[in-house]
């Protein structure tokens, strides 16, 4: 019963896995294009940004170390309020290095907006934004990603480590909820 209900609430595949895979690719050259003879520091939002983090990472050549960050908003279930609290500050020494942050979905933009101004306070070289999905239409912070995988429509996106309520992460495609179906889950 339980896989019947969860078969009901998800919609359809907007990205797979051979979507996703391309794009990081792609992404993956331009940041080695960007940053030649450079390092950098990827630095993965926790959680959602892990399966999109190692996709694009593995197709970099640059010299890069990882770490990460987890930030969590509170605010509605569904919605970010730009009150920000960092529960995992990243260990790594990021004085006048690269830094690009790995996130999963830009939303308000809220967040990352927050994240921007508490890491600049490390003094790093650079602060880039790799995203793997962009919620233009929802932007209300004024914050610009310099790679985005997928431009999305204003839905509730899961899969690939996005989740609702930490479900769905595992998920290898990106699909989205049927919005009459979230209540029953
Ligand atoms: P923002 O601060 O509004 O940009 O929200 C950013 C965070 O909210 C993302 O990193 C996600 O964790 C979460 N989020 C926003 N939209 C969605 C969605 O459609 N599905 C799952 N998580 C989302
Ligand atoms: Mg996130």
């Not at 987890?70 to 004085?95: C, D, F, H, L, R």
């Not at 933009?109 to 650079?126: F, I, S």
């Not at 769905?168 to 979230?182: K, N, T």
């Amino acid at each position: 019963m339980a896989e019947k209900a969860k078969d009901k609430v998800i919609g359809k595949i907007l990205f797979s896995q051979e979507d996703i895979t391309k794009r990081a690719k792609e992404i993956g050259k331009q940041i080695d294009k960007d940053f030649e003879g450079e390092e950098i520091i990827f630095l993965g939002t926790l959680k959602g940004s892990v399966p999109w983090l190692v996709d694009v990472m593995k197709h970099t050549t640059v010299d890069s170390k990882l770490d990460f960050i987890t930030a969590s908003s509170y605010g509605s279930s569904t919605t970010s309020s730009g009150v920000v609290k960092i529960t995992y500050e990243p260990q790594i020494n990021m004085y006048n290095k690269n830094v690009i942050i790995v996130e999963d979905i830009i939303d308000t933009g809220n967040t990352l907006k927050y994240l921007m101004a508490k890491l600049q306070e490390r003094g790093p070289k650079t602060i880039k934004i790799c995203s793997m999905l962009n919620k233009e239409s929802r932007r209300v912070a004024d914050l610009h990603a310099d790679y985005v995988g997928f431009e999305v429509d204003d839905l509730f996106v899961i899969g690939y480590g996005l989740d609702f309520d930490q479900k769905f992460r595992g998920l290898p495609y990106i699909s989205y909820l049927e919005e009459d179906d979230v209540d029953s889950l």
